[in-house]
Nanobody
């Protein structure tokens, strides 16, 4: 199993940018598709973006398409989420997890990291 540690969140004004990182332990990181999820206050956690194991394919929900970019560095066991043109509705705790496939937006593991809080002020 892969252990995950998210970082990079913070407080930013609308229109600003943040880059989230997810550091994964374990030698099997490169064999997994990876995804970012977010949980807004009082709401369920939802899928946001995913990337294939090689990094060649990505997928985004419509509300972040064109603003967010997911990438990964398999040599560093790290997946990133570059978030531009942030909106107040992007405010949430962001989590990463492995996926069975980059087009299957369900976490492969039951265990989650602590997440990283992104707050976008208007």
């Amino acid at each position: 199993q892969v252990q995950l540690v998210e970082s990079g969140g913070g407080l930013v004004q609308a229109g600003g940018s943040l880059r989230l990182s997810c550091a994964a332990s374990g030698r099997t990181f490169a064999s997994y598709a990876m995804g970012w999820f977010r949980q807004a206050p009082g709401k369920e956690r939802i899928f946001v973006a995913s990337i294939s194991s090689s990094g060649g394919m990505t997928y985004y929900i419509n509300s972040v398409k064109g603003r967010f970019t997911i990438s990964r560095d398999n040599a560093k066991n790290t997946v990133y989420l570059q978030m531009n043109s942030l909106k107040p509705e992007d405010t949430a705790v962001y989590y990463c997890n492995a996926l069975q496939h980059y087009l299957t937006p369900r976490a492969a593991f039951d265990a989650w990291g602590q997440g990283t809080l992104v707050t976008v002020s208007s």
